[in-house]
């Protein structure tokens, strides 16, 4: 099992940039596919990004390319989403997700239902 706990989230002006880090506990965390999802208020939860076990291969939703950025750090059981140029309808509760597997991301990366560990989420909201 691991247990994810996800920290960085805060108000920021539009424009602005955040940084998410989502950090995981036990000792096979390189052996996780992860994934960060986003619910804002009233709408489902949604596809941001996903990252293979080594990093190695990545996926983003098409309207957040070149704005998002996942990363991972297998050392520090760590992974990153780097938000810039964020605008108001980035505004969301943002959650990090871990699926074990080291097959190559594919369209089940987007999809919420594969991943089977969740962590609690960090709001984050975008002012105008």
């Known amino acids: 099992q691991v247990q994810l706990v996800e920290s960085g989230g805060g108000m920021v002006q539009a424009g602005g940039s955040l940084r998410l880090s989502c950090a995981a506990s036990g000792r096979t965390f390189s052996s996780y596919a992860m994934g960060w999802f986003r619910q804002a208020p009233g709408k489902e939860r949604e596809f941001v990004a996903a990252i293979s076990w080594s990093g190695g291969n990545t996926y983003y939703a098409d309207s957040l390319k070149g704005r998002f950025t996942i990363s991972r750090d297998n050392a520090k059981n760590t992974v990153y989403l780097q938000m810039n140029s964020l605008k108001r309808e980035d505004t969301a509760f943002y959650y990090c997700?871990?699926?074990?597997?080291?097959?190559?991301?594919?369209?089940?990366?987007?999809?919420?239902?594969?991943?089977?560990?969740w962590g609690q989420g960090t709001q984050v909201t975008v002012s105008s």
């Open positions: 997700a871990a699926v074990m597997t080291t097959l190559d991301l594919r369209s089940w990366a987007f999809d919420h239902h594969e991943y089977d560990y």
